[in-house]
T-cell receptor
Framework: DAKTTQPNSMESNEEEPVHLPCNHS???????IHWYRQLPSQGPEYVIHGLTSNVNNRMASLAIAEDRKSSTLILHRATLRDAAVYYC??????????FGAGTTVTVRA | DTGVSQDPRHKITKRGQNVTFRCDPISEHNRLYWYRQTLGQGPEFLTYFQNEAQLEKSRLLSDRFSAERPKGSFSTLEIQRTEQGDSAMYLC????????????FGPGTRLLVL
């Protein structure tokens, strides 16, 4: 599996944007970039995914570098409910998700 | 759409006992996955079903573990002769479409082996 590298933790203030980086220098042309998050005591939940172009949905935005070797998940206005572990995952044709340790996001009121 | 459900949510057992967990996927989802998560780590893939067929098992799934999905709907994960190292959160997920599909996770079953 292609690997991703994320910071262990990040802190943010409530209602401020959060930019979560992910490095994936060994990404292949067919790998999609997926983000999931896991709130305390819950199973992971899907956030967003993309291939080459930037993507937006109601939860977040995904900015993908032109060479696709890195990406950034953007939470536009962090709330206390966004405190979670965020996982950046590369998926090719494999059906299973390969999680790393993720980034623990703390949101200060 | 009621989401993925898992039962029980918590299980405490003594070493050497057998335990069984149940997962009810979102209806009509043909793919079902089991993952295991230990404290401070991300989930690790255990096994995967497409309908009733078990298509892959991870090396993490020792002979003491068995999973079934008899009618292509709910699934069970059984651990025989539990060991303390089996203590973890066991997560189930389901999905509908092939490649690149979103996986929907249940709340997990937390197992503690004493």
């Amino acid at each position: 599996d292609a690997k991703t590298t994320q910071p262990n933790s990040m802190e943010s203030n409530e209602e401020e944007p959060v930019h979560l980086p992910c490095n994936h220098s060994t990404i292949s042309g067919t790998d999609y970039i997926h983000w999931y998050r896991q709130l305390p005591s819950q199973g992971p939940e899907y956030v967003i995914h993309g291939l080459t172009s930037n993507v937006n949905n109601r939860m977040a935005s995904l900015a993908i570098a032109e060479d696709r070797k890195s990406s950034t998940l953007i939470l536009h206005r962090a709330t206390l409910r966004d405190a979670a572990v965020y996982y950046c995952i590369l998926r090719g044709y494999d059906y299973k998700l390969s999680f790393g340790a993720g980034t623990t996001v703390t949101v200060r009121a | 759409d009621t989401g993925v459900s898992q039962d029980p949510r918590h299980k405490i057992t003594k070493r050497g006992q057998n335990v069984t967990f149940r997962c009810d996927p979102i209806s009509e989802h043909n793919r079902l996955y089991w993952y295991r998560q230990t404290l401070g780590q991300g989930p690790e893939f255990l096994t995967y079903f497409q309908n009733e067929a078990q298509l892959e098992k991870s090396r993490l799934l020792s002979d003491r573990f068995s999973a079934e999905r008899p009618k292509g709907s709910f699934s069970t994960l059984e651990i025989q002769r539990t060991e303390q190292g089996d203590s973890a959160m066991y997560l189930c997920a389901s999905s509908l479409k092939p490649a690149q599909e979103t996986q929907y996770f249940g709340p997990g079953t937390r197992l503690l082996v004493l």
